[in-house]
């Protein structure tokens, strides 16, 4: 009613901000599920790309049917497989849930830090995005080359202690400018997730388009969330970036 005197899209976009703790309960809940997915990602890629690159013949191979099968593989399709998964193999799920309340303002809030949804959810994601990382962090070790590798063992290293004080250091910040795409997609792809039902921002946007039915407000509202998040991550990452590189490498 207080907003009648303004244009019909104002009027839109206010009664869509007016659900801003779904809003951010959903916000909270796709960074939860951002982070997670990208530092187990990280981590278990960057054990791919060692073994894809240095694993030998079989192991090497291994490491690459991963990569390759999960790269070439709808994410959708991984994380209904590991949903239903449990189920086709009459595997009993029990309900449990670890969540949190808290107040913001004069609204009561409900956060869930983990159930079986948001497990499957970021193992799903963790497991897609750590395919995608392994190849970006395998270009960066790739590029170092091999000589530093042979000087290091001609010193006395081992080949262990090279990789990880000769070539390491140097691919870690090399890696960082392609590294950073899958860190400012991530948050996109953790949308599908809520077709487990997991309340990440899109399912609390199809929440208030079936509550208010005014589609084009809630998604611009949206859209603008998206951009401005990755937009930081982006800028944030070409700083870390600029204050790392080492002049001529």
Not at 63 to 89: C, D, H, M, N
Not at 121 to 148: D, H, K, M, P, W
């Amino acid at each position: 009613m207080m907003f009648q005197a303004l244009p019909q899209e104002i009027q839109d976009l206010l009664t869509v901000l007016e659900y801003w703790d779904e809003i951010l309960e959903g916000f909270i809940m796709m960074i939860w599920l951002y982070v997670w997915a990208l530092v187990i990602g990280f981590f278990l890629g960057l054990f791919l790309a060692i073994l894809r690159q240095y694993g030998g013949a079989i192991i090497s191979r291994i490491a690459t049917g991963y990569i390759e099968i999960v790269r070439g593989t709808p994410l959708l399709a991984q994380i209904l497989l590991l949903y239903f998964l449990p189920y086709s193999l009459n595997i009993p799920i029990e309900r449990w849930a670890f969540y949190t309340n808290f107040r913001i303002s004069d609204r009561e809030m409900t956060f869930i830090l983990l159930n079986p949804e948001i497990l499957v959810g970021i193992l799903a994601l963790s497991l897609n995005s750590a395919a995608y990382q392994a190849e970006y962090l395998r270009g960066a070790i790739t590029s170092v080359g091999t000589e530093q590798l042979v000087a290091a063992q001609s010193l006395g290293m081992s080949r262990r202690a090279g990789i990880v004080h000769i070539v390491l250091p140097q691919a870690l910040r090399r890696v960082i400018p392609a590294w950073s795409n899958e860190a400012a997609y991530l948050p996109k792809y953790t949308i599908v997730v809520w077709y487990i039902g997991v309340p990440e921002l899109f399912g609390k946007a199809h929440y208030l388009v079936f509550k208010e039915f005014i589609p084009e407000a809630t998604f611009i509202i949206i859209a603008i969330i998206f951009l401005v998040l990755i937009s930081t991550v982006s800028k944030v990452l070409d700083v870390i970036h600029k204050r790392t590189a080492i002049p001529g490498l």
